[in-house]
């Protein structure tokens, strides 16, 4: 075999990523319905922003459950990492974490997963971000390593939720609209105030703010991932630079 196979081969091998212990350090609220996970793992410190982990608990009886979560916190050199989970009426895994989950508590990981939905210092910007719910913890890593790294790419984060109350890190998001000069929030509450969902206005703000963008991160449902992305090709972004994720319902 040639080197030259080999190397093909190897750019279109399935990635197989093992599973690894995981226990809680830490767990607390952050809002009525979101929960903060710390899990110490040996794969912590590995994930570029934006990436996620597979996450599985195993029953007593050896039934499994697996699901993917965004990891909101950058490297940090702590040897855990941080989801944030939104707890599910009848969610198995959601709702284990938010109702059973203790510190101490052992489950498996694996990853991380996601290359392309992902962001560094060098991958450079401007950034226009956009997150429907807690499809924003993806969004929140980048804005955490962007500050660290790169303050001075000019980002915009159009962040829709129901209400103020359930927006998951929004003190957060205020203090860096409020104290770095190239970061906005758009915030959009479609259960209070006005009630308004994104539109073509909130979007062309944001690209006022941010200027043409170097990198699109949309992260939500479908039902907000698929419209906004609409609106956003439809202001004159080009599609090819759009990267989304969809968390399901
Ligand atoms: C790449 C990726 C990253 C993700 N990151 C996060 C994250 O950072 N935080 C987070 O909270 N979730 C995240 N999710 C969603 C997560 O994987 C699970 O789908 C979610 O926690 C529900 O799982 P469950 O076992 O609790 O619910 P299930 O038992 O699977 O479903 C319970 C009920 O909830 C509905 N449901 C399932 N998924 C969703 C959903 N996403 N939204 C609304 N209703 C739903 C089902 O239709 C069902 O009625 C991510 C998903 C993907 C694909």
Redesign the pocket.
């Known amino acids: 075999m040639s080197s030259a196979t080999s190397a093909t081969e190897a750019a279109f091998a399935p990635i197989v990523f093992h599973w690894y212990e995981a226990e809680v350090a830490a767990i607390a609220p952050v809002t009525p319905t979101?929960k903060s996970v710390r899990l110490r793992c040996a794969i912590a410190d590995r994930q570029r922003a934006g990436q996620?982990v597979d996450v599985r608990l195993t029953a007593e009886d050896g039934y499994r459950?697996s699901?993917?979560?965004?990891?909101?916190s950058p490297p940090d050199g702590s040897g855990t990492l941080e989801?944030?989970?939104?707890?599910?009426?009848?969610?198995?895994?959601?709702?284990?974490?938010f109702d059973t989950a203790e510190v101490g508590d052992r489950l498996e990981m694996r990853g991380p997963?996601?290359g392309s939905?992902s962001w560094d210092g060098p991958d450079g910007g401007p950034l226009l971000l956009a997150g429907g719910?807690?499809?924003v913890?993806?969004l929140l890593a980048m804005l955490r390593r962007r500050a660290e790294v790169a303050p001075e790419i000019p980002a915009a984060l159009i962040f829709s939720v129901r209400s103020r109350a359930e927006a998951i890190a929004l003190d957060e998001l205020e203090a860096r609209h409020r104290d770095e000069p190239h970061f906005s929030l758009f915030l959009r509450t479609t259960r209070e105030g006005d009630g308004r969902r994104v539109d073509d206005a909130l979007v062309a703000a944001a690209l006022d703010w941010t200027g043409a963008p170097g990198k699109v991160f949309l992260?939500g449902?479908n039902r907000f991932v698929s419209p906004t992305a609409d609106l956003i090709v439809a202001a004159g972004v080009p599609a090819g630079i759009i990267r989304t994720?969809?968390?399901?319902?």
């Open positions: 979101v996620h459950a699901r993917s979560y965004s990891v909101a989801l944030l989970v939104e707890g599910l009426p009848d969610g198995e895994v959601s709702g284990w974490f997963i996601g939905f719910g807690s499809g913890v993806p992260c449902s994720e969809r968390f399901g319902a």
